[in-house]
């Protein structure tokens, strides 16, 4: 199983200040297939660490291998989505435009962008998601579930081989929040990707995730309630 | 648990009058600074009580009635317009529509041009190893006020509006090349960390996020950078360099003062109607443009007024 990684973490520091890590010793390996959450309390370094294996903060200490490129290398283009917790979404751009940034970076050359197979993709991920009537609304415009909707598209519609999601089920009403789930979820079989998942709902992180993690006292460990089922994981 | 006595040290009655006056005394020590310089410079304030009588007679004298005669055609060449438009062949008329076109040209060539360099400049975009360079070249374009480097087009491709329009251009590009990249640099973060993450390259991350998450405020400051170029062509006219500056600098040199107010004040009527509309456009691009906003004669009427004249 340790040949399939897609995500590796050994020995990583992560966090600003060499003197004072958020994390140290972090080792994790992640497999294309998985979905994986991390709980834990506010401000432990959640954010952080998806930064990191993101490639938008350097670690401190350690190595980080995703895609088979290790940190500072970004991996292949479009081959990592990101939905941030507050979406990093064009407020002023259109819904269209936003889900099209995602296909662009997974689907086009960054010489010939706005191919057919791009619009294609757009107005896939924008159906699937349910906002095909605020297609030419701007993001600014839109509640905050219907903003989380957009950014999930603007990810589908990318088709990377990792996800990295800080609390994107955040803001959704309980049928949407199904929906949602269940076209990741879908994804992510049907394409043998991955979803790191940051969660700050429990409940919710054991619904969605294969494993969950357990950031606490600058450790990351596996969330054990049933110790036959984690032992089974573990195996 | 110790009971407090109620008293304060002395020291903790220090810092309580600094915190509760500190402002007061601050604003005392700049106002009192500035007094100082000014009086440094000045040798005889008693200049000052000639000043209202001088202004009077300069008013009676040689300013006042303005001379219109500025909005009748010229004599030579021949008007040939319908009789109601005559004043179109005027100077005050040619001199102010060559003003606009200086502007305008030079407002458009300018943000053409300073765009690319401001996306350069930017921080969050670049190392400073790029934005440095980019900052560099903003900056010398906008060291000289836009006079001079008219006088340095007027000596390089001579009189004209050529040197008006270049002029004008290079310091558009420093002026709004300043505005741009800080109106860049002022974006939020995630949607640029999002594109980093994707892989999206520069090309796309400035096309497809900054120019969009930011195209309020440059469109904005485009506006606002046609209406300051022509405030400011109509200076650049004074050296040579096209415009209404240049019938303005001929009848100041034949003392024909009642001729320049004439000009002066076409000219605030012009910059007025230009802020108009430019607050107006402005106001289209702004985040909230879906809310209501008062008519633009709401800025010159009390609100009382305003209330009787709102359509029922």
Known sequence: ?235 | MKESTGALSFKDSLIVVWFSTRWFILFGFLFWLTMAVANGMVDDWGRLTNGGANLIIFIEESLWPPDWSVLEPQSYPPCVVAPGLQFTCSTAWIGLVETIKIAFVSTVFGTIISFPISLLAARNLNSIWLSYPARFILAASRSLPSLIWAIFFVILVGLGPLSGILAMTVYTVGYLGKLQYEAIEGISREPLEASLAMGHSWFERSLGVVLPESANGLISQTIFMLEYNFRHGTVIGIVGAGGIGYYINLYLKFLQYDKVIAYLMIIFVVVLLLDLLSIKARSVFTEDANISRPPWWGILLPDAMMDFLKPK
């Open chain 1, 1 to 235: 199983m340790s040949d399939n990684h897609i995500i590796r973490m050994k020995d990583v520091s992560i966090g600003f200040n060499n003197n004072k890590p958020l994390m140290s010793s972090l080792n994790l390996e992640i497999y294309s297939g998985e979905i994986v959450a991390i709980a834990g309390p506010s401000g432990i370094g959640k954010t952080t660490m998806l930064k990191t294996i993101a490639g938008l903060v350097p670690p401190l200490n350690g190595i980080v291998e995703v895609c088979g490129s290790i940190i500072p290398k970004h991996p292949p283009r479009g081959s990592l989505g990101y939905i941030p917790q507050r979406l990093g979404l064009v407020r002023h751009a259109s819904v269209y435009h936003n889900v099209m940034m995602g296909a662009l970076a997974g689907h086009a050359s960054r010489w010939f962008p706005y191919s057919p197979e791009v619009r294609r993709l757009t107005l896939e991920s924008i159906t699937l998601m349910g906002i095909e009537d605020k297609i030419r609304t701007p993001i600014r415009k839109l509640s905050g579930g219907q903003q989380r909707r957009v950014a999930t598209a603007r990810t589908l519609a990318q088709r990377p081989s990792v996800i990295l999601a800080d609390e994107f089920l955040g803001e959704l009403d309980e049928e949407t929040m199904n929906s949602v789930m269940f076209a990741v979820k879908n994804y992510i079989q049907q394409n043998n990707a991955t979803l790191l998942v940051v969660e700050h709902d429990i409940g919710r992180a054991k619904t969605l995730a294969d494993r969950l993690l357990l950031m606490d006292d600058g450790r990351l460990n596996p969330f054990i309630t049933d110790p036959i089922v984690m032992e089974v994981k573990q195996s």
